[in-house]
């Protein structure tokens, strides 16, 4: 288990805060969405009124009261009655635990809870937040009973198909990457992954968005500067709106890992649109602002991370994880290793590097 850092203040806080929530056996993009909700920086009226996108926190469900995260997590109506039939199927905690303790509060309740409680909360809570948009954005046809169905069958395959992955990062791993071949490199003249530095971590991160489905999935990959394979990592992010938000999602995605890391992160994107976009410290009225300000205070909670743009052909392998996670609607997380459909890229990179 990797210490993140000793520094005080906020930052430490919020690095202890990571590591409660990095340790939930739940697929990163849902992990990610715990992280936004014990932030507060979920999309709930409460923020929009903040960052100048609405006038009115009132809650568009129930039209009871503001809505902050914990409302549209935990009290509005529609969330109580997820929970509710949540509980007939899973042994959650007494009704008592879900108390407002202050704006730490799903840090409270997470602290108090072990496996796998800790983990059915937060897909409680992720699907409780897929409902509120579902009523906000989409049809509102979800019925309740489907959404336990959804989330005991999400549990039920996610745990069996991780029963071994351990959230937990081994940077001093010495193994090579499989099949390694040293033979000369016909492609040499194309731009090509470069290795980074000793001692920094090069993150690769693309994303497959599809135009006519109005979705996408991302795809990360951390390698050292031997090209050994950190951590990999997709998710099917499904509804996406533009392929710019697809990439900035595949950003924070590997900024999410890279804070796992604790090393100077060089993180590369072959979209011009992100690197752009994160350059300047604009706050406009974008509809993607909100990605923006997640991505820059991840930032600050990294030792040294860097963004540049790259050649695609530089980036197949994040590319092909994202294409990977698209085809097979797959969300996970690899330690040391990446789908075996994409090793080949690994080993190409390698032989770059070598070459
Ligand atoms: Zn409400």
């Given at each position: 288990m990797i210490e993140l850092g000793s520094s005080s203040g906020a930052a430490n806080g919020e690095r202890r805060l990571w590591n409660i929530i990095w340790k939930a056996r739940v697929p990163q993009k849902i992990r990610i969405f715990a992280w936004r909700a014990a932030t507060q920086s979920l999309a709930v009226q409460v923020n929009r009124v903040k960052h100048h996108q609405t006038t009115i926190g009132l809650c568009?469900?129930?039209?009871v009261e503001d809505e902050s995260v914990f409302h549209a997590l935990v009290s509005c109506p529609k969330a109580r009655a997820l929970r509710l039939a949540v509980r007939e199927v899973w042994n959650l905690l007494d009704e008592v635990v879900f108390n407002f303790t202050g704006p730490n509060w799903l840090l409270v309740l997470l602290d108090q809870v072990r496996p796998p409680v800790h983990e059915q909360i937060i897909f409680m809570f992720w699907r409780a937040w897929h409902l509120r948009n579902d009523l906000i954005f989409g049809?509102?046809?979800?019925?309740m009973s489907d959404s336990v169905r959804f989330i005991q069958n999400y549990w039920t395959s996610f745990s069996s198909c991780h029963p071994n992955v351990k959230m937990e990062i081994s940077i001093k791993g010495k193994e090579r990457v499989d099949g390694l071949n040293f033979t000369n490199d016909m492609r040499k003249n194309l731009v090509t992954w470069q290795a980074p530095a000793t001692e920094i971590i090069k993150t690769n991160v693309d994303a497959s968005y599809v135009e006519a489905l109005r979705a996408a999935s991302v795809g990360v990959v951390a390698r050292n500067h031997t090209g050994e394979v950190i951590i990999s990592s997709w998710d099917y992010i499904g509804v996406c709106n533009s392929a710019e938000e697809a990439e900035l999602r595949a950003t924070l995605a590997g900024l999410y890992i890279g804070i796992t890391l604790h090393k100077a992160i060089i993180l590369e994107t072959d979209c011009s649109f992100v690197a752009s976009f994160l350059r300047n410290d604009l706050l406009d009225r974008s509809p993607l602002v909100d990605l923006k300000i997640e991505a820059l205070n991840l930032a600050k909670m990294m030792i040294n991370c860097k963004i540049s743009k790259i050649n695609r052909t530089a980036n197949r392998v994040a590319h092909e994880i994202a294409k990977f996670s698209f085809d097979n609607r797959s969300d996970g997380v690899l330690l040391n290793s990446v789908p075996p459909c994409v090793a080949d890229f690994v080993t190409d990179d390698c032989m770059n590097i070598l070459s």
């Open positions: 568009s469900i129930c039209g049809k509102g046809k979800e019925k």
